[in-house]
């Protein structure tokens, strides 16, 4: 089912976009919860990370490859950052699209 990540691709909504390929959108999150706060989403409507199949392989190679370019243009690759993939209830989702949180710009924390 399309969600709110899927009217940002489709620019029915706006956002602010900083990268996008044939496969992959990245854009800020609208509530940060560090000084950089990527989200990086397929164009493809994936729910979660229970939903990926064989053949989305390539586009989670494209995801991780955009976010590594992002982490460089960004000056954070050095210094470091996090990537998390919320999955349902327990993992705390809230937007059914498959997407990457790409945190960085301060030293994080613990995991949970
Ligand atoms: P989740 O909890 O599903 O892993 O993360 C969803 C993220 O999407 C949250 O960090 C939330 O702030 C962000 N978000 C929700 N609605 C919008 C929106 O309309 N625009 C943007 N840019 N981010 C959103």
Known sequence: MA??????INREIP?????ETDT??????????????????PKKEIPTINDITPEDKNIIGD???????IAKELGIAEQG???????????????FHL???????????ALV
């Open 81 to 95: 950052y996090r990537v998390i993939t919320n999955c349902n209830e327990y993992g705390g989702q809230e937007v």
């Open 99 to 109: 997407h990457f949180h790409l945190l960085g710009g301060k030293k994080m924390g």
């Open 24 to 41: 992959v959108l990245a854009f800020k999150d609208i509530a940060p919860a560090a000084p950089i706060h990527i989200l990086v989403v």
């Open 15 to 19: 956002a602010t976009i900083v990268y």
């Open 3 to 8: 969600t709110i990540f899927t009217k940002i």
């Open 63 to 69: 995801m991780y490859l955009a976010i590594a370019h």
